[in-house]
């Protein structure tokens, strides 16, 4: 890939009075060139020889937060590892018994992926069910989307058109095929499905297609009030196509339902960040916009892929690249109606070269975006302002960020720092940034210190269908309390990985980043659910939440492997790995028993013939060591006792995962024996 070396200097003006001014604004000022692709999954990629390995499940691990306890489940395995283009959303089932049931876009083979469809695994009575061994449609299908529809479910997917599947009670019996949606002119793709309180079904959906040369994106709304069998089609997102054409393109939205409420969300590197708003269950709607893009404030149009160049979008400042969201995103509602909206900031400019779909990105942008409906700003309107709309924006003009560059302009109407001014500004109330957290020094607020070595380190092609390579794949869900719940792949400044040639480089952590009773983390604070040594080799990636508690929990579900990379994508990995779907139920403290955890510390590090575990409890306690091979090399029960406990470990020179498990929970941390 073409690479361009930008200078990179601290900052030298700092934010008096308003946000705290993070260490380092950006990991790195290197960009990278790419092009915006799409795939529908009827791509063949070369023959690898992969043969799927016989492989138990990773076990159940639990990991205590602040507020609560998440669970981690693996639910099944798959080779086809590319579950988004962008966003993802509408892969979890809910009832109200407390039943939970989970889809992934699923091959248990290699390329041509004859036997992909829908992966399905139900959650009932405290557990799930053995992982799938067939697809749920008798075709190849893919991009499952599925929801529920009274004691029964609905479950869509895309083959030639979308198909649509109905079974009237969870996880039981055959599927009963409905219909297919396409028209003449467009084969459907790409679906999401939901269910309002009335029982009406709502699905959107999208096409790409070549006019002139040119790639063209439609999305399109159906609605169906006969349990799925008829749908008619909404022309409010039709005409809206006119004005968004080519800007949103595959898996940039999601749908959420709460009541008769219904909020579809758009986004896009090149169009507003909006939602499409129906309070009486799909009848009427309201397009919603949450912060205009940059391109169309400054110029009054939308940005035109024939463009190399964006140029002034002011008149005093000349910006060379915009800061906006990345193509993911995630919606919820609440149960008083509040719209919640979270997405990951990234910055990007069009590529030297023309035509639709070359950019040219930074990949270690810092920061996400969380907003809600009852923010308000100086204009008394909801959204976003635009540059100079802010009074705050003035104290950015003078603010030096490189040679040529400075804060100031439409350019930056998403920038990391204008954004945490502007929340701070406003309380962090219904506006909030939050950044990237560290996994190695949690709640450290000047950041991972590594950030230098990872972009030295890191490999040219290392690339993912979102472009912020840091923090990105932001999932949301909220309580009946109305606190939020945000789980999200951020880059793990603990754990490395082997690329194809053997460099060391930083592998992919789920971290959840919560509100709870209007109090949100720190910005640069967030836990890491996936711990211990069955996780510390896995690459975490696509991320979806089911947007409302069910019975007390929240759940989520992401795919990880033990290779950096999406295979589809053609990056790093080189051939396809088994990829674990794993679902995260989410328990707020009042739903768990009273426990908590022992152990909060191990020393020293490195250790020769001892090591110390320090106790703030009482416990039995089983220890073990396992070495880089993934071989259980030492166990030791004990009984830990409050304070310091030291124990003979009698252990070769190397590296080892020390795991203690106590009182139900686990603590693993890599030791280095000399």
């Keep these: 890939m073409k690479k361009v070396l930008l200078l990179s200097l601290g900052l030298l003006v700092g934010m008096a009075g308003f946000a705290q001014v993070k260490s380092m604004k950006e990991a790195a000022k290197q960009c990278v060139e790419a092009q915006k692709t799409v795939m529908n999954g009827t791509e063949v990629t070369p023959a690898s020889n992969y043969s799927a390995p016989s492989m138990v499940l990773p076990s159940v691990t639990t990991t205590q937060l602040r507020d609560g306890e998440a669970t981690l489940m693996p639910t099944m395995t798959t080779a086809y590892d590319l579950q988004s283009n962008s966003a993802l959303a509408n892969r979890i089932a809910a009832w109200a018994d407390g039943t939970v049931a989970v889809t992934a876009t699923w091959d248990p083979t290699d390329s041509p992926w004859n036997d992909r469809g829908t992966g399905y695994n139900i959650y009932v009575d405290g557990e799930f069910g053995e992982e799938p061994e067939a697809r749920q449609e008798p075709d190849k299908s893919g991009w499952p989307s599925i929801c529920a529809y009274g004691d029964g479910e609905i479950l869509v997917s895309h083959n030639t058109g979308v198909n649509v599947y109905y079974r009237a009670t969870k996880g039981e019996g055959d599927w009963t095929f409905l219909t297919n949606l396409q028209t003449a002119e467009r084969a459907w793709t790409w679906p999401r499905v939901a269910c309002t309180a009335d029982g009406t079904l709502h699905l959107v959906c999208a096409d790409q297609y070549t006019e002139s040369g040119n790639n063209v994106s439609v999305i399109t709304y159906y609605r169906s009030t006969d349990g799925g069998n008829t749908w008619t ?3 409010c997102f039709t005409n809206l196509s006119n004005e968004y054409n080519k800007q949103i393109s595959a898996d940039d939205y999601v749908i959420a339902t709460n009541g008769n409420r219904i909020a579809v969300a758009c986004f896009s590197m090149t169009y507003d960040i909006f939602y499409m708003w129906s309070e009486d269950g799909g009848l009427n709607w309201e397009k919603k916009v949450v912060c205009e893009n940059p391109i169309k404030a400054a110029t009054g149009s939308n940005f035109d892929w024939g463009q190399t160049t964006i140029g002034a979008l002011s008149d005093d400042v000349v910006t060379d690249s915009i800061y906006w969201n990345d193509n993911s995103g995630s919606i919820a509602i609440g149960n008083d109606g509040t719209v919640h909206m979270t997405w990951a900031i990234g910055r990007w400019t069009p590529a030297p ?7 040219t990105y930074w990949p270690f942008t810092i920061g996400a975006v969380y907003w809600n409906s009852n923010f308000v700003n100086e204009q008394g309107t909801n ?5 100079g709309d802010w009074s705050g924006d003035a104290e950015f003009e003078s603010e030096f960020i490189w040679p040529g560059q400075v804060i100031g302009g439409y350019g930056h109407i998403m920038d990391t720092d204008r954004i945490e001014a502007m929340a701070d500004a406003e309380g962090n109330h219904n506006l909030h940034f939050y950044g990237y ?5 949690p709640g450290d607020p000047e950041g991972p210190a590594y950030q230098t070595e990872i972009y030295n380190n890191k490999p040219d092609d290392y690339g993912y269908r979102t472009f912020n ?3 990105t794949m932001h999932s949301i869900a909220v309580d009946n309390d109305n606190s939020v719940y945000i789980l999200y792949s951020g880059l793990s400044d603990k754990r490395t990985g082997s690329t194809p040639a053997a460099t060391q480089f930083y592998l992919r952590s789920p971290f959840l980043h919560t509100c709870v009773d209007g109090e949100w983390e720190p910005w640069y604070d967030a836990t890491v659910i ?3 040594v069955a996780h510390n080799r ?23 492997d033990t290779e950096m990379g999406l295979y589809l994508d053609g990056d790093l990995q080189q051939s396809p790995t088994e990829n674990t779907i794993y679902a995260v139920k989410v328990a707020k403290l009042d739903e768990v028993s009273e426990v908590k955890d022992v152990v909060y510390n191990i020393y020293p590090n490195p250790a020769s013939d ?16 396992v070495n880089l091979a993934g071989q259980t090399v030492k166990t030791i029960n004990t009984s830990l006792t409050i304070g310091n406990n030291s124990l003979s470990i009698d252990l070769a020179s190397g590296v080892y995962f020390c795991t203690v498990n106590a009182n139900g929970f686990s603590k693993t941390t890599k030791v280095v024996v000399k």
Excluded: H, R
Excluded at 383 to 387: A, G, L, M, N, S
């Design 233 to 235: 089609e909404n022309p």
């Design 437 to 441: 957290a560290s996994e190695n020094t």
């Design 469 to 471: 390579i840091l923090g």
């Design 383 to 387: 959204q976003i302002p635009t540059w």
């Design 538 to 560: 896995e690459e975490a990636y696509s991320f979806t939440a089911y947007p409302n508690e069910v019975n007390g929990e929240m759940w989520f579900c992401y795919s990880a």
């Design 530 to 532: 996936a711990t211990g």
């Design 610 to 625: 001892y090591i110390c575990i320090a106790a703030d409890a009482a416990a039995e306690a089983t220890i073990t060591f």
């Design 353 to 359: 070269k023309s035509g639709w779909g070359y950019y």
